[in-house]
């Protein structure tokens, strides 16, 4: 089966900081990848651009923020799908449901990642971390053949969070990006909206690398992504 990696977003730059590493890992084993920005984060994840110019419109913030991301996505050689839900707060009706269920039964990803659960700091964060759980479900979930197109449950992982700790993130899962670091930090270079976060996951990236030596005694790690496994996984054999 072809592997295939859902990354799901609140905003424009999540998939940048939480996932660049795991996605350009993905596309060097031969998976097909696609991104999914709920909003832009105009409102809420822009802060260096407000200060840049508080006469800005949000719509103005857009158009750069969808440039930032778009050539991030380039670097990584991922496609990348805008949905312009709106941040701050991000509302989510039955229709953007249903245009969630519809872009995931579309693409078939054997793979979803996204937010975690819990996110004091951020409202859209849980946001979205519902909607693709429900999504999810109504994508895979039992019914009439017939009646709706029904997909194989995709594997479903939560990224980590900004505060770890604070979200009742436990990461079970740590990917090895190490081959693929120089584009992680190639692709969080093009999001100015946010230049404060590269060096904190780029040192992120490093400390993670530190528990998956220590996990598996591969002492050529030195860069890992973290994240949380959703559900129970069916495997052939332990080993």
Known sequence: MKKK???IGAHSGDFVW????????????????????????ERGESGELWKENPNRTEESVKIIRHEQAQKAADILATPIQFL??????????????RQLTKIIGDFEPTVILTHSEKDPFNPDHPLAFQATQRARLLSSGAGVPSAFKNIDPPVWY?????QPELCGFVPDTFVDISSVMDKKLAAMSCMGAQTYLKDYYAELASRRA????????????????????QVPRVVSSIF
């Open 5 to 7: 990696l859902l990354v």
């Open 18 to 41: 939480r996932a660049a590493g795991t996605i350009a890992k993905a596309i060097e084993e031969g998976a097909d990848t696609l991104v999914i920005a709920m909003s832009y984060g």
């Open 84 to 97: 312009d839900w709106g941040d701050y707060p991000m509302l989510i009706s039955d229709e953007r449901i």
């Open 158 to 162: 939560s990224f980590e969070p900004h």
């Open 210 to 229: 530190n528990h998956a030596r220590r996990i598996s005694g591969k002492k050529d790690i030195k860069f890992a992504e973290a994240h949380q496994c």
